[in-house]
């Protein structure tokens, strides 16, 4: 057995400097945290709850848009109205994740910095530059049927595992942090992800101790919205594929795009050149395929996953279409 400390926290920057020392990690809850301890995988050896934390109120800001506490839980979150009503793809997001007694306890917090579902990162007699830099990828030569397809390196080729960082990206969110001393910053949910180049285990900016304590998402853009995951089961399973589409479409005439994707790269991936090519163009099919092609133009296959690439082009196809003629 591993002995480890606990303690719960009572304000964000004690739980910040709490967090800070050495071999803490924070705690909210724990739906992915005590899987990778009970694995070995993470082995932290004092437990910082901050669960009990007071930041879990959803508030409208003066801007028209929405700060969403860090530790509202994803049953909260994806039933509020107004993240129903004006941020849509979130709430189908949250709702196309994990499971009703999962989603209760997931935080938002803890959903941004769930790690990897790469089968090989949890089998500890694998290869795993993630898990352990500098081991080497067993994934690389194995089954990679799961794996990304976008901006993954000969170091790393696992993807991001949460569905409602991609509508997040999709909509200009940005995540608020606090840290030891009690500085906070604000980054873009963009740039809060990292590719994984030659350090795979570096993947997210957030420094050691920093908590986050809200998203922020911006008030919503024009059009609908829609969430489309494709998986291997109809519930309780992670996306090999999904997009989070955001269209707004005048006279037949797209006027602006919104395009992620979701199970295809180590970090949620927002498709600008998708973007690009619906503005201003007929809402057809022939453009939704345009932009497709133009989404994955760089898309690498390893093998197993090569299938990926035709499966989010036509993910992506038929959620614009949707999106633009008001289907679900
Ligand atoms: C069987 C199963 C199926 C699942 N299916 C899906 C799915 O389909 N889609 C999906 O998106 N997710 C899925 N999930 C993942 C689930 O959504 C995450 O485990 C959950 O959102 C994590 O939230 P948590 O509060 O439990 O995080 P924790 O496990 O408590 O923490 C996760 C990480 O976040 C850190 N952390 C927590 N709070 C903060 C904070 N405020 N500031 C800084 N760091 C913090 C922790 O230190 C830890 O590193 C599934 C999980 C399981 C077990
Ligand atoms: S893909 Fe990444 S997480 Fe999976 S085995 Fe390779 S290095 Fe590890």
Redesign the pocket.
Known sequence: MRALTYERASDPVR??AA?ATAGA????????????MKLGI?Q?SHL?D??R?P?KDIEATADGGLRIG??A??ATLAADVRLRERYGAVSQ??L????AQ??N???????????T?CLYFYDTLARCNKRSPGQGCAALGGINRNHAILGASDACIATH?????VAMIALDASVE?IDARGATRTVSIHDLYLEPGSTPHIETV?RPG????AVVMPPPPRGRQLYR?V?DRA?????LVSVAAIVSVENGTIDSARVAF?GVAHKPWRALEAEAVLRGRPATIDTYRAAADAALARAVGRGHNDFKIELAKRTLIATLDHAARGLA
């Open positions: 739980a910040a967090g990690k924070l705690i909210c809850g724990g739906t992915n945290l005590l899987d990778l993470e932290p910082v901050v669960s934390l930041l860090a530790l839980d994803n997001a949250l196309a994740g994990a499971s999962l989603r306890k997931a935080s938002t917090a803890g959903n941004l910095l769930q790690r579902r595992p949460s569905d409602m960082a942090m957030v920093e908590l986050i304590t995951k998986r519930s309780y399973e992670f996306a979701g």
